[in-house]
Antibody, heavy 121, light 107 residues
Framework: QVQLQESGPGLVKPSETLSLTCSVS????????WCWIRQSPGQGLEWIGC???????NYNPSLKSRATISKDTSKNQFSLKLSSVTAVDTAVYYC???????????????WGQGILVTVSS | EIVLTQSPATLSLSPGERATLSCRTS??????LGWYQQKPGRAPRLLIY???KRAPGVPARFSGSGSGTDFTLTISSLEPEDFAVYYC?????????FGGGTKVEVK
């Protein structure tokens, strides 16, 4: 079955760049939508962006171009970079995939377990 | 950005009772509305997509309805494992947004 696992630093300093990786098993990242979503106590669930199977991307406009998603097909991984972080970026970050055939592109069926990232000096 | 407003914030019910959760969107989302269940320390789980379609493995006691801007998730008879937080989510205009959640707690 499809499994996703986030990895990366749990602590990032303000103004620096948050970098996370999602390792995928049971499916190829060359197909479907591969996305990042975060959850903070103050802001609930927030969609960050998705990488499409076409190779294009879609990002949450409210992040003001701070987010970048990339992929490494040789490792079957995709990554998130979020620049110029502040305390409000403290959250649990999830990688997720839409359901595929029969679902719309943003029905998030498969999720990683999540990784807590704290922004603090 | 389409804003989703869920009500009530908390629903206190007993096992066996019926739960009715509401999600109102700030503009029409057609039928692009889904519902997720989240338990403490776990990722959200998709229950309903396309307003009324149950995801595989989701019990029949969960049902979704609505259209346009008003949507409902109904749990016909609460089981002990159903006490959790529920979120609605829309995907219109390729900018997914989530509601603030409804916590279903044991009365």
């Amino acid at each position: 079955q499809v499994q996703l696992q986030e990895s990366g630093p749990g602590l990032v300093k303000p103004s620096e760049t948050l970098s996370l990786t999602c390792s995928v098993s049971g499916a190829s990242i060359t197909w479907n939508y591969w996305c990042w979503i975060r959850q903070s106590p103050g802001q609930g669930l927030e969609w960050i962006g998705c990488l499409f199977d076409s190779g294009s991307f879609n990002y949450n406009p409210s992040l003001k171009s701070r987010a970048t998603i990339s992929k490494d097909t040789s490792k079957n991984q995709f990554s998130l970079k979020l620049s110029s972080v502040t305390a409000v970026d403290t959250a649990v970050y999830y990688c997720a995939r839409e359901g595929g055939g029969g679902y719309s592109g943003y029905d998030f069926v498969y999720w990683g377990q999540g990784i807590l990232v704290t922004v603090s000096s | 950005e389409i804003v989703l407003t869920q009500s009530p914030a908390t629903l206190s019910l007993s096992p066996g009772e019926r739960a009715t959760l509401s999600c109102r969107t700030s503009q029409s989302v057609s039928d692009y509305l889904g519902w997720y269940q989240q338990k403490p320390g776990r990722a959200p789980r998709l229950l309903i997509y396309g307003t009324s379609k149950r995801a595989p493995g989701v019990p029949a006691r969960f049902s979704g309805s609505g259209s346009g801007t008003d949507f409902t998730l109904t749990i016909s008879s609460l089981e002990p494992e159903d006490f959790a937080v529920y979120y609605c989510q829309q995907r219109n205009n390729n900018w997914p947004t989530f509601g603030g959640g409804t916590k279903v707690e044991v009365k």
